[in-house]
């Protein structure tokens, strides 16, 4: 397998998770005291990507009790609009590597025909 073949997969499967991760977190929004994770996608040696997946432990924003009990719970720590900006990335992410994958086709396509 080509270098080009094999760093647009490794990249198509790391935005995979990117994506799971980011989709968690939205499903999370509501959940009292949820925390968000990250993704962060890294260079690997071997001309492919890795996912680091962490948890965000920053406090969410407190919010009263509605039954009268005058007690405090904290909302999640999950920004709407950062995790659309993650869906953004990663759907761009996506179609760069599927041009890729794509050039890489024609390239192997055109090299069969010449070589009949």
Same mark, same amino acid.
Not at 10 to 27: E, H, R
Not at 53 to 70: C, F, Q, R, Y
Not at 95 to 100: F, I, P, S, V
């Given at each position: ?44 040696? @071997? &001309?492919? %990507? ?5 948890? !965000? #432990?920053?406090?969410? $924003? ?12 904290? @909302? &999640?720590? %999950? ?5 659309? !900006? #993650?869906?953004?990335? $990663? ?26």
């Amino acid at each position: 397998m080509s270098l080009a073949l094999n760093a647009a997969l490794s990249a198509l499967d790391a935005y995979g998770q990117k994506l799971d991760v980011t989709a968690n977190n939205i499903a999370n929004l509501n959940t009292d005291g949820f925390k968000k994770s990250r993704a962060v996608l890294q260079e690997a040696d @071997s &001309s492919g %990507v890795v996912v680091s997946i962490g948890k !965000v #432990n920053t406090p969410g $924003a407190p919010i009263l009790s509605e039954d009268g009990t005058g007690e405090v719970r904290e @909302s &999640s720590n %999950v920004d709407l609009a950062e995790e659309i !900006v #993650n869906l953004q990335t $990663a759907k761009h992410g996506f179609q760069a590597n599927l041009k890729t994958l794509k050039a890489e086709d024609e390239m192997l396509g055109s090299l069969f025909d010449i070589l009949g």
